[in-house]
């Protein structure tokens, strides 16, 4: 199959190599000193389970406008920060609407789904999660990437709505990832997952990047792991905006999973570290939009979030 990212970090990067492994055709949207890395010298991906060591094809914004079509995609995955889904989309919005691949995104918050319905349609749009993944640029074409590293996908927003993907169509892609080592699972409610998984994101990537703590010191610690699970429960009290109905059930697990997981950096403590612009729009700040749209209160969420942003 042909598989285009939008997007060479640590995550598309890793499932990246991991199907050109299988066979695959990919290509690779970059920019800056990763992409002539990637064009001069390949890339390079470390995983406990996987060494990748290979020539890729990766491409600026106007070489794919220049010499692709969408159409010579079977797949297109979102590997972006959340900040950037909006530009990309009208950057590409004539090269996207040439065609009617559909579009996966592989990214955190629960607003890229909607954007991306918004400009394709929702017979397009895909969600999904890298989920028990941790991976980054550790130098221009050198990812490192640690976790299962799992996707789970499914049909904006599930598989009940209408004007949908067609459900039976992604076993294929499903197929092709679990055959390259990428478990994968068809979901049919990918709009309750990306709201569980905002479950962790709000937890411990906004706590995180405020105090340079690795997820298992944070939700080790006896006032941290307290502030955690509080902003763990101020998620599942706006997610009702949105139609998902989080339960205590939902908390206490995605709780649980980030608990027993290996300790990791969160992308937002990485941004950080490099000075790079934060997804606090996407993440925390889309629990405050929609608080304000309730008429309540997100009292951590809203306290880490605006130390944050007082650092930025």
Known sequence: MRFLFIGAGGIGCYYGARLQ?????????????????????????SHQDLNFNAQVEAVDIEALKKDYQCADFDLILLTLKAGATSSILSQLESWLTSSEVPILSLQNGVDNEPMIEQALGRYRTLGGLAVRIGGHIIAPGKIEATGPAQVVFGSWPNHSSTQIF?????????DAFNDAGIPARI????????????????????????????????????TYGKTV?????????????????????D???????????????????????????????????????????LGIDVPNTELVHALLQQQE
């Not at 206490?252 to 403590?269: G, H, N, R, V």
Request: aromatic share 4%; proline share 3%.
């Open 251 to 293: 908390i206490d697990e995605m709780f649980e999973l980030i608990s027993s997981f290996d300790a990791i950096k969160t992308s937002m403590l990485v941004d950080k570290e490099k000075n790079r612009p934060l997804e606090l729009d996407g993440i925390s700040g889309a629990v405050i939009k929609r608080a304000q749209q």
């Open 166 to 174: 067609s459900p039976a169509s992604l076993t294929l892609f499903a």
């Open 229 to 249: 699970y509080r902003m763990m429960q101020e998620v599942a009290s706006v997610s009702q905006v949105d139609d998902v109905d989080l339960s205590q059930q």
């Open 21 to 45: 492994l299988q066979g695959h055709h990919v290509c690779y949207l970059a920019r800056g000193e990763h992409l002539q890395a990637l064009q001069q010298k390949g890339l390079r991906v």
């Open 187 to 222: 979901s049919n409610d990918i709009r309750h997952e990306l709201w569980r998984k905002l479950l962790i994101n709000n937890g411990v990537n906004p706590l995180s990047a405020l105090t340079r703590l690795d997820t298992r010191s944070l939700t080790s610690h006896p």
